[in-house]
């Protein structure tokens, strides 16, 4: 290109609020730029670093500016002889076949100054599927979630984009969204998908009878609520399918069919998808992946054709430790945080012997459980227990009742036909649900000891459904109305108890005796109305049956063990257990925390109560090996119970000695079976 070909681009592409000198000027510096740099992606390089400051001075966005540089680099080096040397693989692939090419990218990430990604090309060829792989903090995700919202300049806006990762799924769902609303939500633009497309894809997922179709989205299994959302993406025809993690909830068999999907639905065909996945998963990326894009060390993406084996044979030499730390399998500096390792409480014995401490704490006798009256059990014949020393894997396939089962030992779900829980009285147990993460997820904003303080406000952990309040008879209810008149606040009766705080009265003559407060809502009165109130007052005005029923509930949270209070120096002390400093406890934001510390603070939180046992469902979900291997260690030292449901072999066979296997509604197992059951399937298969 000409040297006044390329001042013209410059100065017709200006953004308006530079000045007309400083136009002149940038115009001037893009021919010298080009003079010493015949290169396009050194050009690139050169161009951003002396264009960015001035275009910066002159009130041009950050996205404006590097649109700019973009188009002046077009300019100098028109497409049809981009240099696409990155992307080895796709050198002569034809420009027809390709879904994306944007040269010359920068990415930057939040208010850093570093970029994530510069001076480099990002190419999506049809039908190709790319597993992305590069050590931890490389960008892998915020390229992922850029692409998804196609906060990218030059990106095409007509490419339909699909992203998938579990904490979206339910987003916009209620109580009664059925899998049919959902998919029509989801699955239908006007353009792409017709209800034939949808009905085909649901099909194909396994949602085939109305009965499946009429079901509440929240009545799934996580597995099920997975292919759910697969199903849509499938029917929106999206032409870049963005997959991160996507076996995390996943048994054996959704594995297996979420590999042939990607295989099938990918390949060239008439929609010519094309995916981007990113896996800790090795084996998995062999299946799925025809090529394996690179994030390296200098912020480049390079491209390789072939799946990761062959990856790691061709570039990485064979190299373990390198493979592991590209698929964030290995130690890292800052998966773990501050110290790689978290220390569970040992909470206080049950029972006063030897013998005693080995007797159950809790059993599930002859239950039988639907979630609707009148339908097919969900579970049978269920007949369980667990002592302090039990160390239960939980497993069996999408749907089979394996978070069902875990609800109801943990008292989460009521039992609804026939049969009995018995929960030793001086029992806690912490329950971890399949979404746990989900949990940090609206409070991103907080500090970790905000988000203690506000999840155990009211005495009990606010993420974990609590047992409602009882019912009150007719003539509680009448004395409650009736008082409630004569002493409530503006003449309303106390409608519901909210929490309780102890309080140390400092009164002549009591010696600091305590008491309790009680959070009082009013009928008809908002929020700004709420008060803190005495049991006597309570008693008067007419609630006995409420105070008995929130202390009833808060003595099982807590089973008589003082409710801790919830300042900063003891919520700080008990996060130090897990590893987490004060400094990140009462200064960073959660957004902020390495997902080592997140999950350290989830289980800090978890723990708050002391437990005795714990019930954890699929734990390992989103967290990479090195946050399983400090879960599995801090598991292995813990001096109480447990019961994990999980589909992950490996971690199931270093923590448990026990294995429940959910399968048609029956709960079978026996004690200290795993690694002999193991043993036997292999010696059997061999
Ligand atoms: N709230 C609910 N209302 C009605 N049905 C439900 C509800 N929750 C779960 N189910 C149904 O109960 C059955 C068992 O679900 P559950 O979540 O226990 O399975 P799971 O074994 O944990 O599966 P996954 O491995 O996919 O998590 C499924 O058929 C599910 O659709
Ligand atoms: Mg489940």
New binding site residues.
């Given amino acids: 290109m000409g040297e006044d070909e390329l001042r013209k681009a410059v100065l017709e592409g200006c953004p308006g609020s530079v000045e007309a000198d400083v136009t002149e000027y940038l115009a001037d510096m893009a021919v010298s730029v080009l003079e010493e740099n015949s290169e396009r992606d050194a050009f690139a390089e050169a161009l951003s670093e002396s264009y960015l400051p001035f275009l910066e001075d002159s009130g041009v966005s950050d996205e404006d500016a590097k649109a700019f540089c973009s188009m002046v680099v077009n300019s100098a080096f028109p497409t049809s002889q981009a240099n696409v040397k990155d992307n080895k693989g796709g050198a002569a692939v034809a420009d027809l076949n390709v879904l994306c090419r944007l040269p010359n990218l920068l990415m930057m990430y939040g208010g850093s100054t570093v970029p994530l990604l510069r001076n480099t090309t990002l190419e999506f060829v049809k039908g190709h599927r790319y597993g992305v792989v590069g050590a931890n903090g490389t960008g892998k995700t915020t390229l992922m979630e850029r692409i998804a919202t196609k906060d990218i300049a030059g990106m095409p806006q007509t490419i339909r984009v699909v992203h998938l990762s579990h904490d979206k799924i339910l987003r916009g769902v209620d109580a009664t969204t059925t899998v049919k609303e959902y998919a029509e939500l989801h699955g239908c633009d006007k353009e792409s998908a017709s209800s034939a497309d949808l009905a085909l894809a649901l099909s194909n997922v396994g949602f085939d009878d109305e009965a499946m179709l009429g ?2 989205v ?7 609520q997975m292919r759910l959302s697969l199903a849509c993406a499938v029917a929106q025809k999206a032409n870049l399918l963005l997959l991160d993690e996507p076996t995390n ?1 996943l ?1 054996t068999a959704g594995v297996r069919w979420l590999v042939d999907f990607l295989n099938r639905t990918c390949i060239g065909g008439e929609i010519g998808g094309t995916a981007l996945i990113i896996s800790h998963d090795a084996e998995f990326l062999d299946q799925v992946c025809t090529d394996v894009v690179h994030f390296t060390t200098d912020a480049r993406l390079a491209y390789h054709p072939g799946n990761f084996s062959k990856f790691k044979a061709d570039v990485l030499r064979g190299d373990q430790e390198e493979a592991d730390r590209l698929l964030e399998n290995g130690p890292s500096k800052t998966g773990g945080g501050v110290g790689a390792s978290m220390d569970f409480p040992a909470p206080e014995k049950i029972g006063q012997t030897a013998a005693a401490r080995k007797a159950p704490v809790l059993t599930l006798q002859n239950v039988v459980f639907s ?2 009256e009148g339908q097919v059990p ?1 579970l049978s014949d269920v007949n369980v227990k667990l002592s302090m020393e039990s160390r239960v894997a939980i497993v ?10 875990l ?1 109801l030992m943990a008292d989460r779900l009521k039992l609804s036909g026939s049969g009995e829980l018995w929960w030793h009285k001086q029992l806690r147990l912490a329950y971890v649900s ?1 979404q746990h993460l989900d949990h940090l997820g609206d409070c991103l904003h907080m500090s970790p000891v905000d988000y203690m303080q506000q999840r155990f406000r009211s005495g009990f952990d606010s993420e974990t459904p609590e047992k409602e309040a009882k019912t009150l008879s007719a003539s509680e209810e009448t004395e409650r109305k009736r008082c409630g008149i004569q002493f409530g606040k503006k003449s309303k009766p106390i409608q519901a108890l909210l929490s309780r705080m102890e309080q140390v009265r400092h009164a002549a003559g009591n010696g600091g005796a305590k008491e309790f407060l009680y959070e009082v809502q009013w009928e008809g009165l908002g929020d700004a109305e709420i008060t803190w109130e005495r049991k006597g007052k309570l008693l008067q005005c007419g609630c006995e049956a409420m105070v008995d029923d929130l202390d009833e509930r808060l003595w099982r949270a807590w089973a008589g063990v003082p409710q801790r209070p919830l300042s900063t120096e003891e919520v700080v002390r008990h996060l130090s257990a897990f590893g987490l400093a004060e400094d990140i406890v009462c200064n960073r934001k959660v957004a902020m925390l390495s997902s080592g510390q997140k999950i350290k603070l989830m289980f800090g939180a978890a723990f708050w109560t002391r437990p005795h046992v714990l019930c954890l ?2 734990p390992t979900n989103y967290l990479d090996a090195e946050s399983v291997g400090m879960l599995q260690e801090a598991l292995k030292g813990f001096r109480g119970g447990y019961a994990i ?1 999980t ?1 992950h072999d490996r971690f199931a066979e270093e923590v448990a000695d026990e294995t429940w296997t ?1 399968a048609d509604g029956q709960v079978s197992g026996a004690k200290r079976v795993w690694g002999k059951a193991k043993a036997k399937a292999k010696a059997t298969s061999s």
């Fill in positions: 079901k509440a929240v009545a799934l299994s996580g597995g099920w909830h048994d979630y609707v969900v069996g396939a999408n749907g089979a009742g394996k978070s069902t089962l609800s399949q469902d699929e449901v589909h959910v």
